[in-house]
Nanobody, 124 residues
Framework: QVQLVESGGGLVQAGASLRLSCAVS????????LGWFRQAPGKEREFVAAVSRSGGRTSYTDSVKGRFTISRDNAENTVYLQMNNLKPEDTAVYYC?????????????????WGQGTQVTVSS
């Protein structure tokens, strides 16, 4: 059973940056594609970004392209989400997610393991 623990959320002003981290337990970290999702109040959880097993492939939802960057450190079992130029509409609980894949791509769905979430609040 894999465990994911997010950190790095907080309250910032519009235009600021935050970096979220997600520590993933287990010795099979390199087999997992990893993703970030978010859920704003009253809305469904939505895909934000994903990174492939190798880190060589990434995918993003359109609203964060050019502002957010997902990356992973396979030596540290950690996945990151660098968020720049934050906007009030980025306010949400951000969740880290993982899924085992047999090939190297960055999916936007199908994740089976989830963290507990970290709150990001962006004030205008």
């Amino acid at each position: 059973q894999v465990q994911l623990v997010e950190s790095g959320g907080g309250l910032v002003q519009a235009g600021a940056s935050l970096r979220l981290s997600c520590a993933v337990s287990g010795r099979t970290f390199h087999l997992y594609a990893l993703g970030w999702f978010r859920q704003a109040p009253g809305k469904e959880r939505e895909f934000v970004a994903a990174v492939s097993r190798s880190g060589g492939r990434t995918s993003y939802t359109d609203s964060v392209k050019g502002r957010f960057t997902i990356s992973r450190d396979n030596a540290e079992n950690t996945v990151y989400l660098q968020m720049n130029n934050l906007k009030p509409e980025d306010t949400a609980v951000y969740y880290c997610a993982a899924q085992i894949l047999s090939s190297d791509y960055a999916p936007s769905a199908g994740f089976g393991f989830w963290g507990q979430g970290t709150q990001v609040t962006v004030s205008s």
